[in-house]
């Protein structure tokens, strides 16, 4: 079955530093791949969508990447702020439904 | 901030109890979702729907049962709650055209059962 693991521990950042999490997928090749963010007790929002034929996408701060071939999505926010700390999670593609997978928390030390 | 609704926001209930848990959505979207959220875990998808009179159930095997009578309305029904139940449920819906890929999700349901 498909699999999506996403960095299982918290990742601490300093403020203003860049920020970097990682998406990585088995057992299939989804023809997008999504990111949302989520805070404590809120559902998510989405933030960006790549699909398998772009390498990268930006969307101000943000930047994701999107390797088919590692099977691996990067997401990058850079100049980080206290206020982008939140639960990130990377969403697949499949039989038009999406998958997501588990989270990374992180957290952005002033 | 989307405009999707989900009642209550957070439920204490007893065992037994037939409770019905309510999301709507002013986006005119088609297709929406029931996703079962349990803390620091995946979202697992319970039910979705493609449009009227459409239901399907989802990854994650499920004891509720949704309807689709109009397009904005999804609604969720545990006949029997249970405090296996205990958990965030969280309805989405997603649109036509450009942003067809994207899910708007609503705030959640905290549903505790005792």
């Known amino acids: 079955s498909q699999k999506i693991e996403q960095n299982s521990e918290a990742l601490n950042i300093q403020e203003g530093k860049t920020a970097t999490l990682t998406c990585n997928y088995t057992?299939?090749?989804?023809?997008?791949l999504q990111w949302y963010r989520q805070d404590p007790g809120r559902g998510p929002v989405f933030l960006l969508l790549?699909?398998?034929?772009?390498k990268e996408k930006r969307k101000e701060r943000l930047k994701v990447t999107f390797d088919t071939t590692l099977k691996q999505s990067l997401f990058h926010i850079t100049a980080s702020q206290p206020a982008d700390s939140a639960t990130y999670l990377c969403?697949?593609?499949?039989?038009?439904?999406?998958?997501f997978g588990k989270g990374t928390r992180l957290h952005i030390l002033p | 901030e989307a405009d999707i609704y989900q009642t209550p926001r957070y439920l204490v209930i007893g065992t037994g109890k037939k409770i019905t848990l309510e999301c709507s959505q002013t986006?005119?979207?088609?297709?929406m979702y029931w996703y079962q959220q349990d803390p620091g875990m995946e979202l697992h998808l319970i039910h979705y729907?493609?449009?009227?009179?459409?239901?399907e159930k989802g990854d994650l095997s499920s004891e509720s049962t949704v309807s689709r009578i109009r397009t904005e309305h999804f609604p969720l029904t545990l006949e029997s709650a249970r405090p296996s139940h205990t958990s965030q449920y969280l309805c989405?819906?997603?649109?036509?055209?450009?942003?067809?890929?994207?899910?708007?999700f609503g705030p959640g349901t905290r549903l505790t059962v005792l």
């Open positions: 989405a819906s997603s649109g036509r055209g450009a942003m067809v890929f994207e899910q708007f």
């Open positions: 057992n299939y090749s989804p023809a997008y």
């Open positions: 790549i699909r398998e034929n772009e």
């Open positions: 969403a697949l593609e499949r039989d038009d439904k999406i998958i």
């Open positions: 986006m005119g979207h088609d297709k």
């Open positions: 729907s493609y449009g009227v009179n459409s239901t």
